[in-house]
Every structure is written in structure tokens, then in C-alpha cells.
């Protein structure tokens, strides 16, 4: 099956950096990719909808200055977390949409990057 | 706007057994997708089973089954002779189905337990 990658796994950061999270789809094209984040013990929620060569689409309560997202190809979407605070410590898990018309097109999610703010 | 209502924090199920796993939905959309997602404790979110809307017919995938109720807004999903394996968190997630993807709403899981 399609393969989506994310990088790092895992992150330490300071208080006040910024962190950026790269999502890849290995072995197809994705025009759109989803950002979602969890919280120990908690569901997904959605973040954003990333667009290939359009601005993302933030879900309400999110803040787009803080967290950047770049769809720069049909195979690469980042996130940026600016200023990282402790609060923004979670999961944060990307999806890349493989379209094939309405039976076959599908939603795979990459493995995830723990990242932890001190 | 969908909202995805799972009321079963924990189940427990004996190797072999077979086990119900309830989810509800609220929506608005004619057109959408339900999908059973399982997440084992690597995080990694493995797709188990989806259902479009418009089809009638119980999705069903070797032990996988579901029983789509779509007058009642249900989706439960229900794992035959269940294995050790499949001890994990699993997720009903509902989404508005579009050309260009569809982002997902996600219920608050359900911790499966398998015992030998």
C-alpha cells in the first residue's frame, strides 16, 4: 500500500523555537494532506487541510500564524510550529489523500512526530 | 459540522471471542464516509474498515464487519474471532466526502482488550 512518511519521529525542543514537521507521501502524489494533532489519551483532531500550491485551510480555534503550513508539492506538506510552548506539546499526525475515484481513493496517515516543548 | 460519539471508553474480549465495538454520528451531509481506524501503540493509524453512505450494504473486511444503521446514525463495528493482535485503540471517524479528500472527524476511541 501507499506509504506516507513524517520527520522527525520525534522532537525536544526550548520554549520559544520553532519546530518544523515534514510529511511526505513516498509513492504517490498527494493534492491534498490533512494535519491532525492528539493528545495523550485523546482522539485526533484536525488541524488544517494543506492544498497543494494554496493556503491551508484552518479548522476554527487554530491559530495560523502559530502553526505554518507549506504544501509546496503534490509530495511534501510541513508544519511549523513558531515560538513552541509547553501547551503545544502533543502527537502531531499527517494524512495524504490518494485519489481514485470514490471507491478506491483513500486517506493514509503518516506514523507521527512526538513533539515535546520545555 | 459532524460530530462522532463513541460511548465505550473500554472493552474487554476473550481470545477467539467476538466483540461489538458502538459508534454514533450526527450530521447534516448526504454524502459522506465512516471509517473504522485502529491505532496499536505505535501510533500508527491503520485503516480497518470504511462504508459509504450511499450504499446499503455492510462493509465487511475478513473478521471485520459493521452494521451500518443509517436511519439511526450508527456504525458499530464488530470483530470476529478476535487475536491477540488486535489489542489496540479504535477510532469511528466520520468524513464529508469531496474530490480533493476528506478531512475526518474523529470519535474519543474505544481501548480494546484481548485476553489469551
Known amino acids: 500500500g501507499a506509504v506516507v512518511s513524517q520527520h522527525p519521529s520525534w522532537v525536544i525542543c526550548k520554549s520559544g523555537t520553532s519546530v518544523k514537521i515534514e510529511c511526505r507521501s513516498l509513492d504517490f502524489q498527494a493534492t491534498t494532506m490533512f494535519w491532525y494533532r492528539q493528545f495523550p489519551k485523546q482522539s485526533l483532531m484536525l488541524m488544517a487541510t494543506s492544498n497543494e500550491g494554496s493556503k491551508a485551510t484552518y479548522e476554527q480555534g487554530v491559530e495560523k500564524d502559530k502553526f505554518l503550513i507549506n504544501h509546496a508539492s503534490l509530495t511534501l506538506s510541513t508544519l511549523t510550529v513558531t515560538s513552541a510552548h509547553p501547551e503545544d506539546s502533543s502527537f502531531y499526525i499527517c494524512?495524504?489523500?490518494?485519489?481514485?475515484?470514490?471507491?478506491?481513493?483513500?486517506?493514509?496517515f503518516g506514523p507521527g512526530t512526538r513533539l515535546t516543548v520545555l | 459540522a459532524q460530530t462522532v460519539t463513541q460511548s465505550q471508553p473500554e472493552m474487554s474480549v476473550q481470545e477467539a471471542e467476538t466483540v461489538t465495538l458502538s459508534c454514533t454520528y450526527d450530521t447534516s451531509e448526504s454524502d459522506y464516509y465512516l471509517f473504522w481506524y485502529k491505532q496499536p501503540p505505535s501510533r500508527q493509524m491503520i485503516l480497518v474498515i470504511r462504508q459509504e453512505a450511499y450504499k446499503q450494504q455492510n462493509a465487511t473486511e475478513n473478521r471485520f464487519s459493521v452494521n451500518f444503521q443509517k436511519a439511526a446514525k450508527s456504525f458499530s463495528l464488530k470483530i470476529s474471532d478476535s487475536q491477540l493482535g488486535d489489542a489496540a485503540m479504535y477510532f469511528c471517524a466520520a468524513g464529508v466526502y469531496a474530490n480533493s479528500g476528506y478531512a475526518l472527524n474523529f470519535g474519543k476511541g474505544t481501548s480494546l482488550l484481548v485476553t489469551p
Open positions: 494524512s495524504a489523500f490518494l485519489a481514485g475515484g470514490r471507491v478506491t481513493d483513500t486517506q493514509y
